[in-house]
């Protein structure tokens, strides 16, 4: 019985350990395994773009097109079709094609229709109509008479009313003297609000764990940008302003990122005329463990993490402070 119990038990846990195996594995495909993606494009006259993305050696694709001032998109997992807006387009014409062709109304289905119609008769001028009976008919009532006596008693409550004498209020200096004064006060409290919370930045700025920080988020960027460029890149730009200075200028700031690029990509300026035409081509691969791995160095770092306890600290002070 025991042997039993064990045997049950090893084989629940090589079934544990087969599950976490293919947790794991997933996971560091996911981490691991690149996302590849290629850009096409040209503009000679109307832009004609592609746009595509790859994932598991093709098992899921994404792909995008703009041409002839017409977008579409599709995407496919292994041998399914997700999405395609390329169909649903063509789809809804092919419908209202169909519903137009089915309703057809015939002439004789009018006839039949207007024939089944009842015909209403209207009534004549002949026939007399009901006149109402003088009995029915009653009198208005008549206004009842206001004694004489009351009219003079109301007099004098009025004429004792207007001799009351009502207290007057502040003067108009007066009032215009207190609004100025209300509005003095309001701009010197929004003075003094603006100007503590400048100082709380310049004292969150100046911190050493800001600049830490900052450093940090640099180094980041950079790996992250370093990790997702292009790794092949060609084109050809033909180029030129109305203005052979701005043609000029553009390509001295251009040259300024000829490290970048070199010679994958060919400026040709034109002097000449305004022109602008040209194809551009890149390709390059993502993978997701170069963001997991600097989101967790983030949540590790003590000077991100100290300066998100300053500036909770000294937001919780203004808020008692003006509470």
Known sequence: MIHIILLILKIIGFIILGILALLLAILLIALFMPFKYEFSGGFHEKPDI???????????????????????????????KIFDTQKNEVEPEVEADAANEAVVISDADILEEAADIPVRKEPTGSEPKPQKEVSQLTAPPKPEKVSAEILPNEKIKQEKKKKEKTPKGPGLFQRLSDKIQGFVDGVGGKVESIENKWNSLLRIWNATCTQNSIAF???????????????????????????????????????????????????????????????????????????????????????????IKYIKHIKNKEETLWQ
């Open 50 to 80: 592609t746009v595509k993305l790859r994932w598991l050696f093709g098992g899921l694709k994404v792909q995008a097109a703009f041409k002839d001032n017409t977008f579409g998109a599709r995407a496919s997992l292994l041998w399914f």
């Open 217 to 307: 988020v640099k180094k980041a960027l950079l790996s992250i940008l370093h990790h997702i460029r292009p790794r092949k890149l060609r084109g050809q730009i033909h180029f030129g302003m109305e203005k052979p200075s701005d043609t000029g200028k553009i390509l001295g700031y251009s040259s300024m990122l000829y490290s970048w690029y070199g010679d994958n990509i060919q400026l040709i300026p034109d002097f000449e005329q305004s022109v602008f035409e040209g194809d551009l081509y890149f390709r390059g691969h993502v993978q997701l463990y170069i963001f997991v791995f600097w989101a967790l160095r983030g949540l590790l770092n003590k000077d991100i993490r100290k300066l």
